[in-house]
């Protein structure tokens, strides 16, 4: 692994990472949200598996050659269409884990070519395939501290954190 142009172990611990940061939590703290414009940490999560879910399609247009724009999403509209506070942080843990994983066997079978390809995202930037790889790693950290702040009960947990 340590030959691959991202760090793997880094990507791979994003699930451990939010495991721990809800360590603890009763039902009611991870649905809690500080206003109802802000997410909950049940809805950061499930904000993470679209995210991933996106990020692994991104990953797989840029290895077909495909000249599409990557996607974008809309991340409030998602989050709110699929009642996420309803679901189950373990279900979605275990999703992300998931995906998480089966990316991670897919990075291992790449070619120093493969890696090399670019795609270009919806703002038409050129982007590789490592730096999509780290921005998802950022961005997770980006909503670890996000939950650290819904913890904290502070109204700066605004969901529009993000733009990915």
Same mark, same amino acid.
């Given at each position: 692994?340590?030959?691959?142009?991202?760090?793997?172990?880094?990507?791979?611990?994003?699930?451990?990472?939010?495991?721990?940061?809800?360590?603890?939590?009763?039902?009611?703290?991870?649905?809690?949200?500080?206003?109802? &414009?802000?997410?909950?940490? /049940?809805?950061?999560?499930?904000?993470?598996?679209?995210?991933?879910?996106?990020?692994?399609?991104?990953?797989?247009?840029?290895?077909?050659?495909?000249?599409?724009?990557?996607?974008?999403?809309?991340?409030?509209?998602?989050?709110?269409?699929?009642?996420?506070?309803?679901?189950?942080? /373990?279900?979605?843990?275990?999703?992300?884990?998931?995906?998480?994983?089966?990316?991670?066997?897919?990075?291992?079978?790449?070619?120093?070519?493969?890696?090399?390809?670019?795609?270009? &995202?919806?703002?038409?930037?050129?982007?590789?395939?490592?730096?999509?790889?780290?921005?998802?790693? /950022?961005?997770?950290?980006?909503?670890?501290?996000?939950?650290?702040?819904?913890?904290?009960?502070?109204?700066?947990?605004? &969901?529009?954190?993000?733009?990915?």
């Amino acid at each position: 692994m340590s030959q691959l142009p991202v760090n793997i172990e880094l990507y791979l611990h994003t699930h451990d990472q939010l495991s721990q940061a809800i360590e603890g939590l009763s039902d009611e703290a991870l649905k809690w949200k500080a206003a109802s &414009n802000q997410w909950s940490v /049940t809805e950061v999560l499930t904000h993470l598996v679209d995210h991933n879910i996106v990020v692994s399609f991104r990953i797989r247009e840029i290895l077909s050659d495909s000249e599409a724009r990557l996607p974008a999403f809309s991340q409030d509209s998602w989050v709110a269409g699929q009642k996420a506070n309803e679901g189950s942080v /373990t279900d979605y843990l275990n999703a992300f884990k998931a995906l998480l994983h089966y990316n991670s066997l897919l990075f291992q079978r790449l070619s120093e070519e493969d890696w090399a390809k670019r795609g270009v &995202n919806w703002k038409g930037d050129s982007v590789s395939l490592s730096a999509i790889i780290q921005s998802f790693i /950022t961005h997770v950290q980006t909503h670890l501290a996000q939950i650290e702040r819904i913890k904290q009960g502070e109204s700066a947990s605004h &969901n529009s954190s993000c733009s990915l």
